[in-house]
């Protein structure tokens, strides 16, 4: 796609001295909400983001108002969920029966919603924009020209990524989303990635100046995901007990690739597989089509499925298996890993996106290149050889310790750090164009007053 970057004024980057912190944050996240369990439908890693994120930004003193668009009529229009942060529900088109390909006809509605909430205070409400993903984007860009206030936006996904990556029966993004996210990445301030390989994405695919891109790590609640007795929580999930067990855990849709941990599973005749997920994306169309799958295979009776699990639910199954398989096709970072971490349970990933962050090589887990079924599956069996071994043991511990880097106060760290160079750089680009008026106001006066004389 042929694109010049936009022209800004050229500002030095502000130091320490001139930053400041927000008061207000607006964040917007229209096709899903922080609210939604994860799992289901849309709902995933970015839910959690926005609401960890907004939990802690709340502790440092911000607060956080989050517009998301209600999908029930028993949805409130405003929750309050902690001190400091709300969720406001904006009708939005029909509650039910709309996904977010359709959601770019609703952008209308959900954006006069977030104005008209606006227009109930003051002006300066808000200090600050921050989207999610690029249907909230385009909102966002709307807002901050209204608001005269800065946009920071995190795409979480890339339409182009994820083209380049389709597994077998998935749907390409549309051209729509590709014209869409240029525009943001085009209009936004400032961009937060997750990782430094989506900075270059970001750079190479949609020509964003890398001087306006901050990296903030997704982080994990260690509070919740922590390692526990595998024995007891395998007698709470009714999970057989002596036999090798790795999970899957996710949205049930070719891009995260459940169906290469089930084909692996098949040529592993002691291992036992675990799915915890709801069906999403193009899987919605086929919901059952991962138990058909298991059925044909041959390993209906090593297979076990869940629905999505809350974030207690989900610590004791990662505590409960031997091993957390991510076989994604595209991931931008992929908080289930390190959650899984967490819990001093190793990962076997997909060497794709953000994962070679969220696991260590050969340190926490394994990464796997390619999705051949008969490399996941000498994998998963390398692995599993290592028993309750030494080497196993030391895997475990560092699983734990490489989780421990990634908390939610380094994340908001990163997001404040953010904000302060976005609102110190709009403020000075809104005080150059108004000199700049001012300056040529004053030459051009001289000159009226004697053609009028």
Same mark, same amino acid.
């Given at each position: 796609?042929?694109?010049?970057?936009?022209?800004?004024?050229?500002?030095?980057?502000?130091?320490?001295?001139?930053?400041?912190?927000?008061?207000?944050?607006?964040?917007?996240?229209?096709?899903?909400?922080?609210?939604?369990?994860?799992?289901?439908?849309?709902?995933?890693?970015?839910?959690?983001?926005?609401?960890?994120?907004?939990? /802690?930004?709340? #502790?440092?003193?911000?607060?956080?108002?989050?517009?998301?668009?209600?999908?029930?009529?028993?949805?409130?229009?405003?929750?309050?969920?902690?001190? @400091?942060?709300?969720?406001?529900?904006?009708?939005?088109?029909?509650?039910?029966?709309?996904?977010?390909?359709?959601?770019?006809?609703?952008?209308?509605?959900?954006?006069?919603?977030?104005?008209?909430?606006?227009?109930?205070?003051?002006?300066?409400?808000? +200090?600050?924009?921050?989207?999610?993903?690029?249907?909230?984007?385009?909102? @966002?860009?709307?807002?901050?020209?209204?608001?005269?206030?800065?946009?920071?936006?995190?795409?979480?996904?890339?339409?182009?990524?994820?083209?380049?990556?389709?597994?077998?029966?998935?749907?390409?993004?549309?051209?729509?989303?590709?014209?869409?996210?240029?525009?943001?990445?085009?209009?936004?301030?400032?961009?937060?990635?997750?990782?430094?390989?989506?900075?270059?994405?970001?750079?190479?695919? /949609?020509?964003?100046?890398?001087?306006?891109?901050?990296?903030?790590?997704?982080?994990?609640?260690?509070?919740?995901?922590?390692?526990?007795?595998?024995?007891?929580? #395998?007698?709470?999930?009714?999970?057989?007990?002596?036999?090798?067990?790795?999970?899957?855990?996710?949205?049930?849709?070719?891009?995260?690739?459940?169906?290469?941990?089930? #084909?692996?599973?098949?040529?592993?005749?002691?291992? /036992?597989?675990?799915?915890?997920?709801?069906?999403?994306?193009?899987?919605?169309?086929?919901?059952?089509?991962?138990?058909?799958?298991?059925?044909?295979? @041959?390993?209906?009776?090593?297979?076990?499925?869940?629905?999505?699990?809350?974030?207690?639910?989900?610590?004791?199954?990662?505590?409960?298996?031997?091993?957390?398989?991510?076989?994604?096709?595209?991931?931008?970072?992929?908080?289930?890993?390190?959650?899984?971490?967490?819990?001093?349970?190793?990962?076997?990933?997909?060497?794709?996106?953000?994962?070679?962050?969220?696991?260590?090589?050969?340190?926490?887990?394994?990464?796997?290149?390619?999705? +051949?079924?008969?490399?996941?599956?000498?994998?998963?069996?390398?692995?599993?050889?290592?028993? @309750?071994?030494?080497?196993?043991?030391?895997?475990?511990?560092?699983?734990?310790?490489?989780?421990?880097?990634?908390?939610?106060?380094?994340?908001?760290?990163?997001?404040?750090?953010?904000?302060?160079?976005?609102?110190?750089?709009?403020?000075?680009?809104?005080?150059?164009? #108004?000199?700049?008026?001012?300056?040529?106001?004053?030459?051009?006066?001289?000159?009226?007053?004697?053609?009028?004389?």
């Amino acid at each position: 796609m042929g694109h010049t970057e936009i022209s800004r004024p050229s500002l030095s980057r502000p130091d320490d001295s001139e930053l400041t912190d927000p008061r207000r944050v607006a964040v917007l996240a229209v096709h899903t909400s922080p609210l939604a369990q994860p799992g289901i439908g849309d709902a995933g890693g970015m839910n959690v983001y926005v609401l960890q994120s907004a939990l /802690h930004l709340a #502790r440092r003193g911000v607060e956080v108002e989050i517009f998301t668009r209600a999908t029930a009529s028993a949805d409130p229009p405003i929750v309050r969920v902690a001190p @400091g942060v709300l969720v406001r529900n904006v009708v939005a088109g029909p509650f039910e029966g709309l996904d977010k390909y359709d959601l770019p006809t609703q952008l209308c509605a959900f954006a006069a919603g977030v104005l008209r909430a606006e227009a109930a205070h003051e002006p300066g409400y808000y +200090d600050i924009v921050h989207s999610h993903y690029w249907l909230s984007g385009q909102v @966002g860009w709307l807002a901050r020209d209204r608001w005269s206030v800065p946009l920071v936006h995190t795409a979480h996904t890339l339409a182009a990524v994820k083209n380049a990556a389709l597994a077998e029966g998935d749907t390409p993004e549309p051209p729509l989303r590709i014209v869409g996210e240029q525009q943001v990445v085009d209009e936004a301030d400032r961009l937060i990635a997750n990782t430094e390989d989506e900075v270059g994405q970001l750079v190479s695919l /949609h020509h964003a100046a890398r001087a306006r891109i901050d990296v903030a790590h997704p982080g994990v609640d260690l509070d919740v995901f922590r390692p526990g007795d595998q024995r007891a929580a #395998r007698a709470k999930l009714g999970l057989p007990p002596d036999e090798d067990v790795v999970a899957f855990v996710g949205r049930i849709q070719p891009l995260k690739g459940p169906d290469v941990l089930l #084909r692996a599973a098949a040529k592993l005749p002691r291992v /036992h597989v675990v799915v915890a997920g709801g069906p999403s994306g193009s899987g919605r169309a086929a919901p059952d089509g991962l138990v058909r799958h298991a059925a044909e295979l @041959g390993i209906t009776d090593r297979v076990t499925f869940l629905p999505p699990q809350s974030r207690e639910d989900l610590a004791t199954l990662f505590q409960a298996v031997d091993l957390v398989a991510v076989p994604s096709y595209s991931e931008s970072f992929g908080l289930v890993a390190l959650e899984a971490q967490g819990c001093g349970t190793p990962v076997v990933a997909a060497a794709v996106g953000g994962l070679p962050v969220a696991v260590r090589d050969g340190v926490s887990g394994t990464l796997v290149s390619g999705h +051949d079924v008969d490399r996941w599956a000498r994998a998963v069996d390398e692995m599993l050889r290592l028993g @309750g071994g030494p080497r196993a043991w030391a895997m475990r511990r560092a699983a734990v310790e490489h989780a421990a880097t990634f908390s939610w106060d380094n994340t908001v760290d990163a997001l404040l750090a953010s904000y302060r160079s976005a609102i110190s750089e709009f403020t000075a680009a809104r005080r150059s164009v #108004r000199d700049l008026a001012s300056a040529r106001r004053a030459r051009r006066r001289p000159a009226r007053r004697e053609a009028w004389a």
